[in-house]
T-cell receptor, first 111, second 113 residues
Framework: GEDVEQSLFLSVREGDSSVINCTYTDSSSTYLYWYKQEPGAGLQLLTYIFSNMDMKQDQRLTVLLNKKDKHLSLRIADTQTGDSAIYFCAALSGGYQKVTFGIGTKLQVIP | GAGVSQSPSNKVTEKGKDVELRCDPISGHTALYWYRQSLGQGLEFLIYFQGNSAPDKSGLPSDRFSAERTGGSVSTLTIQRTQQEDSAVYLC???????????FGNGTRLTVT
C-alpha cells in the first residue's frame, strides 16, 4: 500500500518562511493534501493539489509537487505564532482509493 | 453549515468493557472514514464506507473492532473487550465522494484504565 513520510519537527522564527516536506510512494496518487491539527482539535484541510499540477498558491501557502520524485512540500510565508500546529501530508492512492496520512510534522514558531 | 460531529468527546472505560463511538457526517457526504491517532503516531486508517458499497475494513486491528453505517449517514465504531493499547483519539471524517477532501470531526479521546 501507499506510504507517506514526513519529518517530525520543524522550528522557525516568526516572520520567516516554513517549508514542510513530504514523500509518498504510490506514483498513481491522484490528490495530495495538507491538513493542520491544533491541540485538542481534529484535522483542518489547508489545501490540496491534483497530480497534474506542479504548484498551487493560496495566500501565504504554496504547495509544490514533484511527481517524478514523489515529493510534496508546503511553504508558509511570513510564519506567525498561530501557525504553530501539526501539519499532515496525505495522499489519495489511485489504486486503493484510500487516503493515507503521514505521521505529521510539528511546526514550532519562535516569537 | 454543520461539520462532522463525534460523540462522546471523551470516554474513560475500564479494561474489558465494550465502547461505542458515534460519528455524524456532513449531510450528503457519501464517504466516511475512521482513523485512530495514538500519541506520537500518525493517523492509522481503520475503516472506510462509500455509499452502498461493502466497507473497506482492511485497517481494523483486530476482530474486537467493528463499525457500521446506518442509512448511509451515522456511523458507530464499536470496540469490544477494550485493552489499554486501544487508548487513542478516534477520528471520523467524511467527504462528498472518494476524490473529495476529507472533513474531520474533533475526535473521541478514549482512555482505557
Amino acid at each position: 500500500g501507499e506510504d507517506v513520510e514526513q519529518s517530525l519537527f520543524l522550528s522557525v522564527r516568526e516572520g520567516d518562511s516554513s517549508v514542510i516536506n513530504c514523500t509518498y510512494t504510490d506514483s498513481s496518487s491522484t490528490y495530495l493534501y495538507w491538513y493542520k491539527q491544533e491541540p485538542g482539535a481534529g484535522l483542518q484541510l489547508l489545501t490540496y493539489i491534483f497530480s497534474n499540477m506542479d504548484m498551487k498558491q493560496d495566500q501565504r501557502l504554496t504547495v509544490l509537487l514533484n511527481k517524478k520524485d514523489k515529493h510534496l512540500s508546503l511553504r508558509i510565508a511570513d510564519t506567525q505564532t498561530g501557525d504553530s500546529a501539526i501539519y499532515f501530508c496525505a495522499a489519495l492512492s489511485g489504486g486503493y482509493q484510500k487516503v493515507t496520512f503521514g505521521i505529521g510534522t510539528k511546526l514550532q514558531v519562535i516569537p | 453549515g454543520a461539520g462532522v460531529s463525534q460523540s462522546p468527546s471523551n470516554k474513560v472505560t475500564e479494561k474489558g468493557k465494550d465502547v461505542e463511538l458515534r460519528c455524524d457526517p456532513i449531510s450528503g457526504h457519501t464517504a466516511l472514514y475512521w482513523y485512530r491517532q495514538s500519541l506520537g503516531q500518525g493517523l492509522e486508517f481503520l475503516i472506510y464506507f462509500q455509499g452502498n458499497s461493502a466497507p473497506d475494513k482492511s485497517g481494523l486491528p483486530s476482530d474486537r473492532f467493528s463499525a457500521e453505517r446506518t442509512g448511509g449517514s451515522v456511523s458507530t465504531l464499536t470496540i469490544q473487550r477494550t485493552q489499554q493499547e486501544d487508548s487513542a483519539v478516534y477520528l471520523c471524517a467524511s467527504s462528498l465522494s472518494r476524490v473529495e477532501p476529507l472533513h474531520f470531526g474533533n475526535g473521541t479521546r478514549l482512555t482505557v484504565t
